[in-house]
Nanobody
Framework: QVQMVESGGGSVQAGGSLRLSCAAS????????MGWFRQGSGKEREGVAT???????SYLDSVKGRFTISRDNAKNTLYLQMNSLKPEDTAMYYC????????????????WGQGTQVTVSA
């Protein structure tokens, strides 16, 4: 059974940094795609960044240049380095994985973690 566990969330002031981690387990071969998604209060879940097995990445426009996604297949771990955080980045952040597709559309991902809260104060 695939399990994904996020960590690293917290509260920071605007301009600060956080590094999220996602430890995945329960499968043998690397997932084709792993990604980070977020959902703010009263908002729909949106894709933040994805990373496929060929190391191709994609980002939400509003985080380009501030967030960096990386992946360690040997450790089955996904990371999201978040710099220059803004109050509008406040959300629950989820990691997700899929064996077949890689894009920023949440509905296309099969496996999900429980989320870690990120709060950015002005």
């Amino acid at each position: 059974q695939v399990q994904m566990v996020e960590s690293g969330g917290g509260s920071v002031q605007a301009g600060g940094s956080l590094r999220l981690s996602c430890a995945a387990s329960g499968y043998t071969y690397p997932m084709y795609c792993m990604g980070w998604f977020r959902q703010g209060s009263g908002k729909e879940r949106e894709g933040v960044a994805t990373h496929d097995v060929h190391s191709r990445t994609s980002y939400l426009d509003s985080v380009k240049g501030r967030f960096t996604i990386s992946r360690d297949n040997a450790k089955n771990t996904l990371y999201l380095q978040m710099n220059s955080l803004k109050p509008e980045d406040t959300a629950m952040y989820y990691c997700a994985a899929d064996r077949n597709r890689c894009n920023l559309v949440p509905d296309n991902f099969s496996y999900w973690g429980q989320g870690t809260q990120v709060t950015v104060s002005a």
